[in-house]
């Protein structure tokens, strides 16, 4: 039983980091129907900034956060006003491969600024960990991570229903020409949408960094991301949520209780299982095409 | 007016990437390095008619490896250590009958482009001998073509599989992992009479091939591991593994494969989850710079890995080759082991070389005759004396050393 605890609690944990990043990937694809496959390496830039103000710089942990926020929505900014908003007339198919592009250009550039060195950022916590008896541990640098995933997914649902900008990003997401149509500036609302998901990104990544080491390939875990995405509903951020909380459970428990030879089968199993009976993933909405 | 910025941007894009794909390192000559000796007309010793002069000849070094990917570190503390070794032999004029010219190809730490730059090298660039690859993986699947053409490769992969494969052509820089892995255990049965053991090891060939040479020798114990545990170096969770081995209650759990990053991830975790002290050893990623600067003190005490050469050797040599190894690197880093084996790459071929004395290095044979010296010479590098048995392996020193508090390796066993 302690068994099965701790690795629900260890799934959950890495879950939580699936999810936040599931959650900036599907926000934009909510909204505009653009999956931003560079989200992850956006997240690994976040990671490097960070270490450079808290780490080189040794700023205070929320003047790190604000400034690696700043920074990575004015990248994700860039990105969407001179690369991507020019192609979104053209095919889906010619902006998705763009976005892998870009990938590709952001992991170069940061390989050629900041090198192939791996950096610790340090824990929040120092070594503390959370002993409750009978084996089970937690660390609180996770925990740290469950709330403020928490944090963001409620006031991203309030942002979303209260706000006249969170509307009209809805009102996007449901019909793009309608809400033009109805007076919504569509590059505004993309311009917020890409602002948003860059600054959960950034969020995440200084939350996160004490769990990786950081450095150029960190960025990697933005396929699992993807897969955490698609698991529980393309566009649905509370299934963002749920997609990377299972697939951090059913990893670990996986690996725990069958074979870690296998982990990324069950990944990537349990997602095609996903496609084939729920396409349109855990929590998404079918999409009906009338003809 | 959109149109040109958007022209504009892509050519500032396209200048981007194109800088992106230059593998030229930081700090280091990303041109051919000439040895400018002066030149030495002397004989082709192959042949016994008169004896045609041959003037100063410039060899042709391909080091492939992969600057770019998870690993590409590594390929910089390989290649930094290299440089070292070829600036070393440059300014003390070492080298009597050849220059040397360096081609630096990126194996993206990817097999398919692994086999591309081999062939590259090989077949555009008219390389004469191979320095590379870093991995097991990329040294496989350059390996067919560099038989095929009769090239020597001097690999610092040490990996096990590397030397299954059979190739007359290979030189390991380094004691063979099946080796090493005998010594460890030797080291964990009988010297700490540790008889419950867990492995992790990475799902590649090297891990696979360590995983077989410590099974091999866990039999002559009678013994089995505990746990066998498979772990990706993508992965930045191990708890599913680690509980298993918690479960068994392991003395120790053995770790080969994998990067330093992974390495840290796995070590801090295990402090983590366990509620006992558990012996953590492993290959040499755990005396790399990169790992030992990335981990708090408690947390690296007692390590145990193998190692064939540390930076904190004490001797002269060892010394200048940490201050000119930092005097290039960009991170101003000491050098890891495997600095060591290029550094003791570079004396290799520079000795056979002079061994061979003038030759035509145009000549179909050069390579061949390259090759016979490479095997026959012994140097004494930084590793210690280095030479190869007749089927390549490399016969060199290798320790098994503790890590101490505050990173010092400290030999516990082995030589």
Known sequence: MTLLLQGLISGISVGAIYGLLALSYTMIYGTLNVAHYAQGNLFMVGMLIAYQFSVILGWPFWLTILLTTACVVAVILILERIVYRPMLSGSGVYLFMCTIGMSIFIQNLAQLFFGNESFAFPSLFGDLNIRLGNGLTIVPQNLAILVVTVIIIVALTLYLKLTKMGIAIKAVSMNRRAASLMGIKFSKVSAVTYGISGAIVAIASVFTAPVFQVNVNVGSVGLKALIAALLGGFGNIYGAILGGVLLGVIETLGSLYISSAYKDIFSFGILILVLIFRPQGLLGAKRITKV | ?415
Request: charged content about 20%; glycine content about 8%.
């Open chain 2, 1 to 415: 007016m959109k149109k040109l910025l958007a022209i504009l941007l892509a050519v500032v894009f396209v200048m981007g990437l194109a800088a992106c794909g230059n593998t030229s390192q930081p700090g280091q000559p990303s041109q051919p390095s000439q040895t400018g000796q002066p030149s030495q007309p002397n004989n082709n010793p192959s042949d016994g008619d008169e004896p045609a002069p041959i003037g100063r000849q410039t060899v042709k070094i391909a080091v492939n490896t992969c600057f770019t990917g998870p690993a590409a570190r590594g390929a910089e503390l390989q290649y930094n250590g290299f440089m070292v070794g070829l600036n070393e032999i440059i300014e003390s004029g070492y080298s009597k009958y050849y220059d040397f010219e360096i081609l630096v190809n990126d194996d993206e730490n990817d097999a398919s482009a692994a086999a591309s730059v081999a062939n590259k090298a090989v077949y555009q660039q008219g390389a004469h001998i191979i320095y590379g690859h870093l991995n097991a993986v990329q040294t496989l699947a350059g390996l067919a073509l560099y038989d095929e053409a009769g090239i020597p490769c001097l690999t610092p992969t040490t990996s096990s599989s590397v030397t299954a494969f059979g190739s007359d052509y290979l030189l390991q820089m380094g004691v063979a992992d099946d080796t090493t892995c005998r010594w460890i255990l030797d080291y964990l049965v009988l010297e700490l009479g540790y008889k419950n053991l867990a492995v992790m090891y990475s799902g590649n060939e090297q891990g696979y091939a360590a995983l077989d040479a410590l099974n091999a020798k866990l039999d002559e114990f009678n013994m089995d591991f505990a746990c066998e545990e498979e772990y990706s170096t993508t992965d930045i969770d191990f708890s599913g593994q680690l509980l298993r081995i918690r479960e068994k209650k392991c003395d120790a759990v053995i770790l080969w494969g994998g990067d330093p990053a992974g390495r840290v991830n796995i070590v801090t975790q295990i402090k983590q989850l366990f509620d006992y002290d558990i012996t953590i050893v492993g290959d040499t990623q755990f005396s790399t710079a990169s790992f030992l600067n990335s981990v708090d003190p408690e947390l690296k005490e007692g390590i145990i890995c193998a190692v064939a050469w540390t930076p904190t050797l004490t001797d002269e040599r060892s010394q200048k080759f940490c201050e000119d190894f930092k005097a290039i690197d960009s991170y101003g880093a000491l050098p890891s082991d495997v600095s060591s084996r290029g550094y003791d790459s570079m004396y290799l071929i520079a000795t056979a070389l002079n061994e061979l004395g003038p030759y035509d290095v145009e000549a179909d044979d050069f390579r061949e005759k390259l090759l016979e010296k490479l095997k026959e010479v012994s140097i004494v590098g930084l590793q210690g004396p280095i030479s190869y048995t007749e089927n390549g392996a490399c016969i060199s020193n290798s320790y098994v050393v503790s890590i101490g508090a505050d990173g010092s390796l400290n030999v516990v066993y082995g030589g």
